[in-house]
């Protein structure tokens, strides 16, 4: 006779061990419909709140508000450069992604190696026929000027301008929330360096000997732990730390000669920038101090420190540096 049951025959009844198996299964099942919907839902609030916190990153210039004087970044009242240009096709809306005037593009998408991360380019009073410098700007932990374009960036671009150079503004692909440059350094160098020497050559023509790095503050410590030792051929202009920049202590650099005596570089920072601050307890004095002394050490001549009497961390003057600084190597 035939083990098998008769399909056309009622199932046996569920007693005994069968049915405390069903009644488990049952349960666990009840169960898991029930969280499906939370888990979706968790899911999707974090998809929701990352482009949110995207949407948020970059902030429009407020309704009705004057673009800051850029007399207040260091430049002299008198000095043409120090009346801020608009970035908008029309009166400030308040909308971040609001038009922009010709040669300024703000909040760029770029892609590379898994990494995602966006970039600000400001190109306009460029004269395309004579050679094009550019100037990399790295922001500080949290970007915080990175989301204000229309301010100290907007001043920055226009002393760049004066000079024949580009200015662009990376924000870090790093997802964490602190923005920083220099946690997540080995994943981070390498978007960081295709975005300027593939993509942006790509799109603009940059003479590849006229290229400046700027960092602040965790941007500082970003070019001298990494740009600066791993990435030198690229430092073409120079680079320039702004309260903060130590002291490598796993990289070396083995720079040749004419590197180690032609690269310029450049430490800037408050003489009061040293920790005490609650606001800002990174000792930046100290780093810069630590990080000159180290580059010295192993051969570049062109090391300069200087350490900035009755300022901070917040108050360099970041605009009238960059601009001296360029004047003093102008060509």
Request: glycine share 10%.
């Amino acid at each position: 006779m035939s083990s098998r049951r008769d399909p056309s025959a009622p199932p046996p009844p569920r007693t005994g061990v069968h049915s405390l198996v069903w009644a488990i299964g049952a349960f666990g099942l009840l169960i898991v419909l029930a969280l499906v919907p939370s888990l979706v839902g968790d899911a999707r609030f974090e998809v929701e709140d990352a482009a949110h916190q995207e949407d948020q990153m970059l902030q429009g210039m407020p309704a009705g508000e004057d673009y800051p004087d850029c007399s207040e970044y260091g430049l002299a009242e008198d000095d043409p450069r120090s009346e801020p240009k608009p970035l908008y096709v029309s009166a400030p809306s308040g909308s971040p992604h609001a038009p922009t005037v010709d040669g300024v593009n703000l909040d760029q998408h770029f892609s590379s190696g898994g990494m995602s991360g966006r970039y600000h380019v400001f190109a306009r009073d460029i004269d395309y026929s004579k050679p094009v410098g550019l100037v990399v700007r790295l922001h500080g932990d949290g970007a915080e000027e990175y989301a204000k374009p229309w301010g100290m960036l907007n001043c920055m671009a226009q002393v760049a301008a004066s000079y024949n150079a580009i200015l662009v503004v990376p924000l870090t692909p790093d997802p964490a929330k602190d923005l920083t440059w220099w946690k997540e350094m080995d994943e981070n160098q390498p978007w960081l360096m295709d975005l300027v020497q593939r993509q942006l050559p790509g799109t603009y023509p940059i003479d590849p000997s006229r290229v400046w790095w700027m960092g602040y503050s965790g941007g500082a410590e970003m070019l001298s732990y990494g740009v600066v030792p791993d990435h030198l051929d690229a430092v073409t202009g120079g680079a320039i730390m702004v309260g903060g920049g130590g002291a490598p202590r796993y990289a070396s650099v083995k720079p040749s000669a004419e590197q180690a005596q032609d690269t310029r570089l450049y430490w800037l920072v408050g003489a009061q920038d040293d920790g005490t601050d609650p606001r800002e307890p990174f000792d930046a004095r100290t780093a810069a101090v630590e990080g000159s002394a180290w580059y010295e050490r192993v051969g570049f001549a062109g090391v300069r420190l200087n350490i900035l009497n009755g300022r901070d961390h917040l108050n360099v003057p970041q605009v009238s540096l960059l601009d001296q600084i360029l004047s003093a190597h102008a060509r």
